[in-house]
């Protein structure tokens, strides 16, 4: 049995307790849709900027969670998330960029980290995989947003890969976890994303989708992203997965499949205190 690594704690957050032996000074986690004020199909928790929700509910929202986390808006690092594979290395100088206004957020990247504490990394989600990342040794940690686009990209290799070429880590110090997503049980895609698929896919035994019907394939995106990070160089025993469906679960989380587009996002988010 496999334990479920993203732990509710409070009614508007999970999070991921493992990390804490790793770097005990670590905030990682995840948003759920409940405890906040937004209405409509955003009800109550959206913390997206780009939905078309009211600015001052979602910013009241992100200052709730700012509040829970200990993270004051300051701290807050956003990124625009175009579904590519760009990351950029963000400092305190970026502190604030894009918390409360989406066109002030980093541009053009889907991909997030720092080595300096009182950070607060974080990317948005209604059904894409929430990819984290730390190296306790040199004290760095990341997020990055996949869905299928960013996952066939590899920006989870993305990022491995500018932590040991750019920053000097060893590749088994890295650390990934893969968050609540939506799951091989609700996401079925066509034969232009399986191509894909099979071009990004390394030479693995294990094959991530199953064929449902002629030219539909069910999707299993989580194990994707852990097969794309494994051929990275990360260690296996290194990774940890969520057996969150976002889609199935319908009371914790939104979901842009299950809702027709008309839904609120969730908040990936992982930080740092001196
Ligand atoms: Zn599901």
């Not at 049980?185 to 294990?206: G, M, N, Q, R, W």
Request: charged residues 25%; glycine residues 8%; hydrophobic residues 40%.
């Amino acid at each position: 049995m496999t334990i479920e690594p993203f732990v509710q704690k409070l009614e508007q957050v999970l999070l991921l307790d493992e990390w804490k032996k790793l770097m005990p000074t670590a905030i990682v986690g995840f948003t759920t849709k409940n405890g906040g004020i937004s209405d409509r199909w955003f009800t109550s928790f959206n913390l997206g900027l780009h939905v078309n929700d009211r600015l001052d509910v979602v910013s009241a929202n992100r200052r709730t969670l700012a509040e829970l986390l200990d993270f004051p808006p300051p701290a807050w690092v956003c990124a625009e998330q175009i579904h590519d594979k760009n990351i950029v290395k963000v400092t305190k100088e970026n502190g604030g960029q894009g918390i409360f206004d989406y066109e002030a957020s980093i541009k053009g990247t889907d991909g997030l980290y720092t080595d300096e504490p009182d950070v607060l990394l974080t990317t948005c989600y209604a059904d894409c995989v929430p990819l984290y990342f730390l190296e306790p040794e040199r004290k760095l940690i990341g997020v990055a947003h996949a869905g299928w686009k960013g996952t066939v990209k590899n920006i989870g290799g993305e990022m491995v890969k500018k932590w040991t070429e750019q920053e000097g880590a060893d590749v088994n110090s890295i650390h990934a976890a893969i968050g609540p997503a939506i799951g091989k049980c609700c996401y079925v895609v066509d034969d232009h994303v399986i191509h894909l698929v099979k071009k990004a896919l390394p030479s693995s035994e294990t094959v991530p989708y199953r064929t449902v019907s002629k030219g539909q394939y069910a999707l299993d995106l989580k194990l994707l992203n852990k097969l794309l990070l494994v051929a990275a160089g990360v260690p296996p025993e290194n990774i940890l997965v969520s057996s969150y469906c976002t889609s199935c679960e319908s009371g914790m989380f939104f979901s842009h499949r299950r809702d027709h587009g008309k839904t609120g996002r969730m908040l990936s988010f992982i930080g740092m205190k001196k």
